[in-house]
């Protein structure tokens, strides 16, 4: 327990680090990940690093178990008063309740531990006070922060807190995730369980995380009839040695007229007396004191050494599985711009009415008619490209999870007026690429409709392949060849430009999602430089 300073700053950056780490992608073992880097950021915030700077801090015992266990009426009776409150309804959705000797409230008032809880207190009666018991109030309602309670009692051992949990396994999901981490918070782990649900899965799920932590445990069976007793506490030993857990210290509290009615009573100080007597010695004797936190915090510490790998492998396929979606779209996007390309260089715009109005010039249709139909026809391949492309990425999709959550959904008919603007706006681009050239050729413009009639044998020359062979004749016979050559050129890196922007433009729309999720390798590595610092200052 004598932390140095650079153990300290280490073990700092790797909260930092497992803190910045994210696993938005719905991916096998994400849920799993999750819950570690919330689990461990409790454990590091409101545990680990709180005892490791002030080693002298009382011990804190958190009571937990399961529903309807009896660890409010516990708590009471090892008080000797009511200071929590033990419900018949089921599941009791209450403020977590600390209680202290007087002495030791200085340690629990503050930010300590459990930084992020609120601190409330009841108020005497007729006495209301405003503020925080109003958190209280909001806290029971679900509404604000999560509050916890401070009780002073005399009565209870100086160096030794004792601290009510909800409902491990509450049907309240709140109520369940504060009481996951009011337990990572604990010095001591007193588990909870009664004669007829000590086999169940919720008290052994803590038993084996315990294990795994190597914290210090202590196991209560209550509520034994006196009839079968002996039988129950010889059953649950069996287990507990199956398990690993046979050093583990085990108290039974019988059943008795106080524990009925929902636990509303308080213990005979007699049925508690051991287990008040072993948290008591832990408390006030140095050595038993220094072991019991000693263990728990070398426990978690320990526990890094599999942990915070397993985080980083869970950022790795974060990543890889985000280089795969990114791949996949780019690659798609990538074939819808080389299709479009083949398809402009073989005419395929040239069809349909384009070729129609190409056919009827000049008698039977104008330059703005053909211009508009080619406009058009160009965004009808793109859209076509981009539809192709969707559904590729799509279809890949199906078979992987990440896909959901990592790319925009596709919207044919958003796409297509996107596209549809795009076009028009490289049309306009074009006809002022005309105007220019026309104006230079010919000092007075030669009208307005001269510029249109040279946009549109200049459009034409562009998407009409071998078709229009002869609007660059025409083009050349206008303006000079010079000139014609110069502008087609300057109009050919517009309709690059205009289609590698058009099928960017929807690549990155579907990517946006993954954009934002921000998985990069960085975690990952962070992660296991963050590890290997600690390890080299432990």
Known sequence: MDVRPRLLDALTALRDRVDAARFPLPLPGADRARRSRAELLAQLDDYLVPRLRAPE???????????GAGKSTLVNSLVGRRVTEAGVLRPTTRTPVLVCHPDDHS??????????????WVPAQGDRAEGPYDEE????????????????DPGLARGLALLDAPDIDSLVARNRDLAAELICAADIWVLVTTA???ADAVPWHLLRTAKEYDVTLVTVLDRVPHQVAAEVSRQYAALLDGAGLGDVPRFTIPELPESAGGGSGLLPATAVAALRGWLTQHAQDPQARTVAAARTAAGVLASLQARMPALAGAAAAQHAAAVRLIQRVEGAYAEAAERVRREIAAGAALAGGALTHWHGQPRDSTPEELLAALTESLATLLRSAAAAADDRVAEAGKRDPAART???PADAREAGERIGVAVRRWQRCVAELAEEETRARIPDGGGADASVHVAALLVASLLGGRRARKAGERLAE????????????????LLDGCVARVLETERDRRL???DALDVTPDHQVQLIAALSLLQKER
């Open 478 to 493: 206008t303006l000079g060849a010079h000139r014609a050559l110069r502008l087609g050129d300057r109009g050919g890196r």
């Open 406 to 408: 990592g790319l925009a």
């Open 512 to 514: 946006a999602p993954l």
């Open 107 to 120: 340690w629990f008032a503050g930010k300590r531990v459990l930084p992020q809880l609120t601190r409330v």
């Open 196 to 198: 007829t649900r000590y």
């Open 137 to 152: 109030e909001r806290a029971r309602e679900g509404e604000g922060p999560a509050a916890l309670r401070i009780e002073t």
């Open 57 to 67: 801090a009382p011990l804190l015992a958190v009571i937990g178990g399961s529903t």
